[in-house]
């Protein structure tokens, strides 16, 4: 089966691996493959967050430390067995990473980064001054380590366990990234408001992220206290932080096997030169500071480069019908009625404003424009309407809900799709993942169906995938549903933005200035297209300046 | 409780000082390049370095002497020593600018916040092979006796720190409203490109801020290490406060910077008077709440993003 050939193949690797282990029974050879789990675990998680949601964090020692940690106070003050308390290490990082989460709600960019260092600075200095109960630079000694039949575990059971660990974490992760979520978190990295208006809930995505990489974190402290039975506070000062990020930067971030390239080279490097600390120290510096300009995709994206990439071809989508591309059965009764009804909105940049007590309503069913000169407010309108900009004062009812300041996501889902003045297509991803994302907030498989690849999660991918063809061929881009989004001609990415709002099926789709940019020529078929979509049963709302395509 | 609170409040502002000059340096640099360097905590601790090996050369010393003690130095000794610093430091900030800012200013996903740390790493071990680990305690240019009124005991160190911090803050928000130099940074600031065509050189306009973030780096270095004795590893610590007190008055307004590292270092002092190992957590804590509040700061101006 062809389903099964990767993770065979990843699973005979480290079968491979763990027998040579076996057979080596060399002490420092041993605890050099036990390190390289543990930091692949690290980096694993790292990856969905920098390379997947693109979040840079640089307190990922605090995660650590509280995996670490946990293990450490529960088997020595409270007691508990070694398996009990590596279960709860995961649980206590995972909360950790929501606490770090949260500033990322509101923040983005170097603020983040900030941020994020700043949380591994407190931790640190959180372990290392308190000592009462850390135990500061003396440590904690005495830490219970992980049992079999109650023998603790041997070097060579230690990187059996890791080697296991690795391989789970890698399936789950590869399980969770190729599908629903993984290009959810590469949309939000992308372009957040787009991402949003697809229908993503980018804070929930966010915070996903950052629990992925902290609970990953957290079981690979765990396991180096316990294989340790010791843990003090050198370990986890701002350099392993920084040794986290590198893991991913180096060996490829956004990439599948990136993190396993990254920890086995670092990892092999590190202990080469771990006679000559500062040697060690000036080589990662210099690795941070030439890799990324040397090789921007990391070990990894060398790899790809060298290798041409096989494209998976398309698979033959079912014949498409009215609701496989968005369209809305005009119910007898349904028709003719009002959409969508704005009354009396307001809203002010400072002085600034662009809208005073509008009120319309639209009949579901037919196509509207909005006119005006420049600086009318239309663009204004059309983002309170989708939930960019929180409207001053004022109802919007739309479908029979208030969506008035609701979040894009919310609006997206309940029916109401999108383009953007200025192209918001997210560049990087190829046009059918553009179109996909937009099936993200009609696909019913959640965290855990996507996380083990169940049956259901399998199923909404290929339906999804099955639909988006067929919404590519009602727009006719079928033939560059492999190319990047971003390096599409002009003209072709305004259609590829429309078809991926026609992807979360809208009753009502907003179009602003769908002709800007484009020629009389293109601008006569976009005007067929559009009138193609109003047959579709889809209300169509376009702020255009072009009167020949409003007329 | 009156004089160990007076006490705290002005250590507290000498300190804030520090802090002002480096959030001063981040403002400098984000506003015309949008980048931050990560490594200004290293450029801190190698300009007290840097100042530290000019005093001990001049007084006939190998640079790697860990002591002052035996060694007296001169007013003179110590105008070379700050300007050794000032403009040592400032041309490590070109370099900087230039292997590991320019390939990536500009472009999406923030690599310079890598490449800003790999170089304050390269630094950082270059220091510890020239240094050594050892912090050193370092005499003051306006003497180490302690000054006394109403009972608070003040080193003048301290009011110098708070006197030159006032100085140059007063000089630069001078130059950025009222002189050509001042208006060419700050239409680089707002756009880049429309600056260009106005004729501006950018790309002289960003060495000069990443020349001036860094000599001020270098000035907080050479200040703070009487106070705190040098340390290679003094200057994370005040890079992440710097960088607090500028997201707390907000990392666009260089006033507003000036005004969050001054807060940052009293409150910090106030709280190291009731619990030390408080202090980072606190300030933390309200650098998140202010973030969470008000993103842009409580000085800056709010971004909208257009769509």
Aim: proline share 4%; with cysteine; hydrophobic share 55%.
């Amino acid at each position: 089966m062809n389903r099964y050939r990767v993770p065979l193949a990843i699973i005979a690797f480290a079968v491979a691996v763990g027998l040579a282990a076996a057979w080596v029974a060399n002490d420092y050879y041993l605890r050099i493959a036990f390190m390289m789990c543990v930091y692949y675990l690290c980096a694993a998680g790292m990856n969905v967050l920098v390379g997947y949601a693109g979040q840079k964090s640089l307190g990922q020692a605090g995660l650590f430390a509280a995996g670490a940690y946990t293990v450490a106070l529960l088997t020595t003050r409270a007691d508990l067995s070694g398996w009990t308390a590596f279960a709860a290490a995961p649980i206590v990082a995972g909360l950790c990473g929501i606490v770090i989460a949260i500033p990322s709600l509101r923040v983005s960019g170097p603020y983040l980064a900030m941020v994020t260092l700043a949380f591994g600075v407190v931790v640190e200095k959180l372990v290392s001054e308190w000592t009462d109960v850390f135990g500061g630079a003396q440590g904690i000694y005495g830490i219970k380590p992980l049992t079999i039949a109650g023998e603790p575990f041997s070097s060579v059971q230690w990187v059996w366990f890791g080697l296991v660990l690795s391989v789970i974490t890698q399936l789950l992760l590869r399980n969770l990234l190729r599908g629903r979520f993984g290009r959810a978190l590469r949309s939000l990295q992308a372009d957040e408001i787009a991402s949003s208006s697809v229908g993503v809930r980018v804070y929930r995505a966010k915070v996903m992220a950052f629990v992925i990489a902290a609970v990953t974190c957290g079981i690979a402290g765990a396991m180096v206290a316990q294989q340790n039975q010791y843990i003090n506070s050198d370990f986890i000062g701002f350099h392993l932080s920084i040794f986290i990020l590198l893991l991913v930067l180096l060996g490829g971030s956004g990439s599948q096997y990136g993190p396993v390239i990254g920890a086995v080279v670092l990892t092999l490097v590190d202990a080469l030169l771990a006679r000559w600390p500062s040697v060690q120290h000036f080589v990662y510096g210099a690795l941070l500071l030439f890799a990324l300009y040397l090789m921007p995709n990391g070990i990894a994206g060398v790899f790809r480069s060298l290798l041409s990439r096989r494209v998976a071809p398309l698979p033959a989508p079912r014949p498409a019908t009215q609701s496989s591309i968005g369209g809305q059965a005009l119910v007898k009764g349904r028709a003719e009625e009002i959409l969508l009804d704005v009354t009396q909105l307001c809203k002010s940049f400072g002085g600034v404003r662009p809208a005073q007590d509008v009120s319309f309503a639209l009949k579901r069913g037919h196509i509207h424009a909005l006119i005006g000169p420049n600086g009318a407010g239309k663009s204004t309108m059309i983002n309170m309407l989708s939930g960019v900009l929180d409207p001053d004062k004022g109802n919007i009812t739309f479908v029979g809900t208030q969506v008035g300041g609701q979040p894009s996501h919310v609006i997206c889902q309940l029916g109401m799709g999108r383009t953007f003045q200025n192209l918001r297509l997210f560049s990087e991803l190829t046009v059918l993942e553009n179109v996909l994302l937009g099936r993200h907030c009609r696909m019913k498989n959640g965290f855990w169906a996507s996380l083990f690849a169940l049956p259901s999660a399998r199923h909404q991918e290929a339906d999804a995938k099955s639909r988006a063809l067929n919404i590519l061929e009602f727009v006719g881009l079928l033939p560059h549903a492999n190319t990047a989004a971003g390096s599409l001609p002009y003209g072709l990415q305004r259609r590829a933005e429309l078809a991926r709002a026609m992807a979360t099926e809208p009753q009502l789709l907003l179009l602003d200035e769908p002709a800007a940019g484009l020629n009389p020529q293109e601008t006569a078929e976009l005007g067929k297209l559009l009138k193609k979509i109003g047959e579709l049963g889809i209300t169509v709302l376009m702020v255009e300046h072009h009167m020949d395509l409003v007329m | 409780m009156l004089v160990a609170l007076l006490q705290a409040l002005i250590s507290g502002l000498a300190v804030g000082g520090a802090y002002a000059l480096v959030a001063l340096g981040f403002s400098i640099t984000f506003t015309t390049t949008k980048t931050l360097n990560f490594s200004h905590g290293d450029f801190v601790a190698i300009g007290a370095f840097i100042g530290v090996s000019a005093l001990l050369l001049l007084s006939g010393n190998p640079i790697n002497a860990t002591s002052f003690s035996g060694i007296s130095v001169g007013a003179s000794a110590q105008v070379v020593a700050v300007v050794a610093a000032l403009i040592v430091m400032g041309l490590l900030g070109v370099i900087l600018y230039v292997l590991a800012v320019r390939p990536f200013a500009g472009k999406a996903g923030m690599s310079w916040v890598m490449s800003t740390i790999g170089f304050g790493i390269i630094l950082q071990s270059i220091g510890l092979a020239i240094w050594g680990p050892a912090p050193v305690v370092v005499p003051s240019p306006v003497g180490d006796d302690v000054v006394r009124f109403f009972g608070v005991g003040v080193r003048p160190q301290e009011l110098l720190m708070l006197a030159v911090a006032i100085v140059v803050m007063v000089l630069f928000d001078w130059v950025m409203n009222r002189t050509m130099i001042g208006k060419a940074m700050r239409a680089v600031a707002h756009s880049r490109q429309v600056a260009s065509l106005m004729g501006i050189n950018v790309n002289a306009v960003m060495i000069g801020a990443f020349f001036l973030s860094s000599a001020l780096a270098g000035l907080s270095g050479y200040l703070m290490a009487p106070i705190a004795s040098a340390s290679l590893y003094l200057g994370l610590g005040i890079a992440l406060k710097g960088f607090s007190g500028a997201i707390i008055g907000g990392l666009s307004n260089p006033r507003g910077c000036v005004f969050g590292g001054f807060a940052l270092g009293i409150l910090e002092s106030l709280v190291n008077l009731w619990q030390a190992q408080w202090r980072e957590i606190v300030v933390f804590v309200l650098v998140i709440l202010v973030l969470t509040i008000r993103p842009q700061g409580l000085f800056g101006q709010r971004l909208v993003v257009k769509v």
